[in-house]
């Protein structure tokens, strides 16, 4: 079972740079995209109806922001959008796909942005989800949580640590709530199978040469509850796949 998680940074422009033609070489079974900038009537039939795929979307309401869709072989038990909060739903953060053996769950964290004008926001975001994952896993449902977190946690999942200390997504507050959230028997599983490598990025900025010097964050990630540990066989990023400042991350289970 090959889960991939990737912000696209808009789909129709991945799509113009070769997100079709990674999708057939990867050949995943779920595909949770982030970023999508679109809502469905607006995308070619390719992407709306993805051969061999079942599309589920969660556009945001504001036109060319945010969004999340998935493309799914296996026919989900149910799909389910947002928190049931109105600001965070309204931007089109989080979609729930039930599955026989687990719960996908597919999220598009709040960037705290340059100020930190947002960060109040995106804690109310952290804290609402880890609630209600928090109660999925006390009903006995197994987890899988990924998308872009807009998060580095520990200093090895960025270039420049001591540089960026006051930065959105680096931020003591965030990775504070990351700590807390991983203490609770979720289990970020390419730090766990990855342990002491640096250099593991996902997302590099546009401009000339960074991403060729990998000066990148590792923002992206795939997070399961205790129960699934077992069950994972690999977890892998594919900085080589372009089409967005993020790269695409594998999440590979065993059956």
């Given at each position: 079972?090959?889960?991939?998680?990737?912000?696209?940074?808009?789909?129709?422009?991945?799509?113009?740079?070769?997100?079709l033609d990674y999708l057939k070489a990867e050949s995943p079974d779920v595909v949770c995209f982030?970023?999508?900038?679109?809502?469905?009537?607006?995308?070619?039939?390719?992407?709306?109806?993805?051969?061999?795929?079942?599309?589920?979307?969660?556009?945001?309401?504001?036109?060319?922001?945010?969004?999340?869709?998935?493309?799914?072989?296996?026919?989900?038990?149910?799909?389910?959008?947002?928190?049931?909060?109105?600001?965070?739903?309204?931007?089109?953060?989080?979609?729930?796909?039930?599955?026989?053996?687990?719960?996908?769950?597919?999220t598009y964290f709040p960037n705290s942005q340059r100020e930190h004008t947002r960060l109040p926001?995106?804690?109310?975001?952290?804290?609402?989800?880890?609630?209600?994952?928090?109660?999925?896993?006390?009903?006995?449902?197994?987890?899988?949580?990924?998308?872009?977190?807009?998060?580095?946690?520990?200093?090895?999942?960025?270039?420049?640590?001591?540089?960026?200390?006051?930065?959105?997504?680096?931020?003591?507050?965030?990775?504070?709530?990351?700590?807390?959230?991983?203490?609770?028997?979720?289990?970020?599983?390419?730090?766990?199978?990855?342990?002491?490598?640096?250099?593991?990025?996902?997302?590099?900025?546009?401009?000339?040469?960074?991403?060729?010097?990998?000066?990148?964050?590792?923002?992206?990630?795939?997070?399961?509850?205790?129960?699934?540990?077992?069950?994972?066989?690999?977890?892998?990023?594919?900085?080589?796949?372009?089409?967005?400042?993020?790269?695409?991350?594998?999440?590979?289970?065993?059956?």
């Open positions: 079972m090959k889960l991939v998680s990737w912000n696209v940074n808009g789909i129709r422009a991945a799509a113009q740079k070769g997100m982030q970023e999508i900038k679109a809502f469905p009537g607006q995308l070619e039939p390719q992407l709306r109806s993805p051969e061999g795929y079942q599309a589920f979307w969660n556009p945001a309401e504001k036109a060319g922001y945010s969004g999340l869709a998935v493309y799914t072989r296996t026919e989900p038990l149910s799909v389910r959008n947002g928190v049931g909060v109105s600001e965070i739903d309204s931007e089109g953060r989080v979609q729930w796909i039930e599955f026989k053996d687990y719960v996908l769950v597919n926001y995106k804690l109310q975001f952290c804290q609402v989800l880890h609630e209600q994952l928090r109660a999925l896993r006390e009903q006995g449902k197994s987890i899988v949580l990924c998308g872009d977190f807009n998060i580095a946690h520990r200093p090895i999942d960025l270039k420049n640590p001591k540089a960026n200390e006051n930065n959105a997504g680096y931020l003591p507050e965030e990775r504070a709530w990351m700590d807390q959230f991983l203490q609770d028997g979720f289990v970020d599983v390419f730090r766990e199978m990855h342990p002491n490598e640096p250099d593991h990025f996902t997302w590099w900025s546009y401009r000339p040469g960074v991403r060729e010097k990998n000066i990148g964050w590792r923002l992206d990630y795939h997070v399961t509850d205790s129960s699934l540990r077992d069950r994972v066989k690999a977890s892998l990023h594919r900085p080589e796949v372009k089409g967005s400042d993020h790269c695409p991350v594998l999440l590979e289970l065993k059956s």
